[in-house]
T-cell receptor, first 112, second 113 residues
Framework: DTAVSQTPKYLVTQMGNDKSIKCEQN?????MYWYKQDSKKFLKIMFS???????INETVPNRFSPKSPDKAHLNLHINSLELGDSAVYFCASSATGDQPQHFGDGTRLSIL | AQSVSQHNHHVILSEAASLELGCNYS??????LFWYVQYPGQHLQLLLK??????LVKGIKGFEAEFIKSKFSFNLRKPSVQWSDTAEYFC???????????FGKGTLLTVNP
């Protein structure tokens, strides 16, 4: 009965590869997010979707492409992975944009 | 654009000590304020939130925070910390029409038994 679940939990891959991280929420929330947490624990928003519509797109390389097939899912696809992409990626959701966010357990991405 | 600053990077306390973690934000309009906690190896969890009304808000696990509008501050307090409070604490704010949640850089709290 996990509220926000993301897979995989760990992702180890080589530079130049393409990978995807999936996120699903069963809270009935309208808004979903992707965050990147760097090695110093700094959390920065990457994208936000409201009812499948992109509403926040921070300064993120266009190698990162979010996809929301429905309001319960927000997947993140990354092309041509680089060393600097190594981080923990968190998915989150909220009922509406101003409500508290519920976070997934994170995906630790390591680029070799 | 909104921003959040947390004054302390790392705070080390002994059990039963009192805690206050500073948080200041900059934004010209109405804001919603949050404190999140991240225990080692876990995801972020909401500790407490302020939207409006009583500026002193109480959260889970004995934490509270006070919103002082004139100082643009939302400091987190706990009268007596426990070893299990060891975690990273993040202050965050939303404001504006897109409700973007902006986090501070976090404060690592270490509580020694």
């Amino acid at each position: 009965d996990t509220a926000v679940s993301q897979t995989p939990k760990y992702l180890v891959t080589q530079m130049g590869n393409d990978k995807s991280i999936k996120c699903e929420q069963n809270l009935g929330h309208d808004t979903m997010y992707w965050y990147k947490q760097d090695s110093k624990k700094f959390l920065k928003i990457m994208f936000s979707y409201n009812n499948k519509e992109l509403i926040i797109n921070e300064t993120v390389p266009n190698r990162f492409s979010p996809k929301s097939p429905d309001k319960a899912h927000l997947n993140l696809h990354i092309n041509s992975l680089e060393l600097g992409d190594s981080a923990v990626y968190f998915c989150a959701s909220s009922a509406t944009g101003d409500q508290p966010q519920h976070f997934g357990d994170g995906t630790r991405l390591s680029i070799l | 654009a909104q921003s959040v600053s947390q004054h302390n990077h790392h705070v080390i306390l002994s059990e039963a000590a009192s805690l206050e973690l500073g948080c200041n934000y900059s934004y010209g309009g109405t804001v919603n304020l949050f404190w999140y906690v991240q225990y080692p190896g876990q995801h972020l969890q909401l500790l407490l939130k302020y939207f409006s009304g009583d500026p002193l808000v109480k959260g889970i696990k004995g934490f509270e925070a006070e919103f002082i509008k004139s100082k643009f501050s939302f400091n987190l307090r706990k009268p007596s910390v426990q070893w299990s409070d060891t975690a990273e604490y993040f202050c965050a704010v939303t404001g504006g029409s897109n409700y973007k949640l902006t986090f501070g850089k976090g404060t690592l709290l270490t509580v020694n038994p």
